[in-house]
């Protein structure tokens, strides 16, 4: 029993797989069904900002952007004179 596959439905399924490669045959004969299913798709909702990155590169890639750590602002803000000056 064969499906067919109409270029609504061929569409749809693009947008669902990974990859031009797991579309239908049937589906491949529309140009824009694989063109759908080939764009990298990267779900940058739920992966950490550095995911995938080492301590170190996670350091410098910080570093380069410029922000400090909460550590850093609090070593920065606070006085460190604060216990030993003399009354």
């Known amino acids: 029993m064969s499906e ?3 270029l609504d ?3 749809m399924l693009a947008e669902k797989v990974s990859s031009s490669a797991d579309l239908p045959y049937a589906c491949k004969k529309y140009p824009e069904a694989v063109k759908a299913a080939s764009l990298k798709r990267s779900g940058t909702k ?4 550095y995911a995938g990155m080492q301590g170190g590169l996670a350091a410098q890639a ?3 952007s410029g922000r ?3 550590a850093q602002i609090q070593r920065r803000l606070t006085n460190s004179r604060r ?5």
């Not at 216990?83 to 009354?87: G, L, W």
Request: aromatic share 10%; proline share 0%.
């Open 4 to 6: 067919e596959y109409t």
């Open 62 to 64: 910080t570093k380069a």
């Open 46 to 49: 739920n992966k950490g900002a």
């Open 68 to 70: 400090e750590s909460h």
């Open 83 to 87: 216990f030993t000056k003399a009354q």
């Open 9 to 11: 439905k061929c569409k």
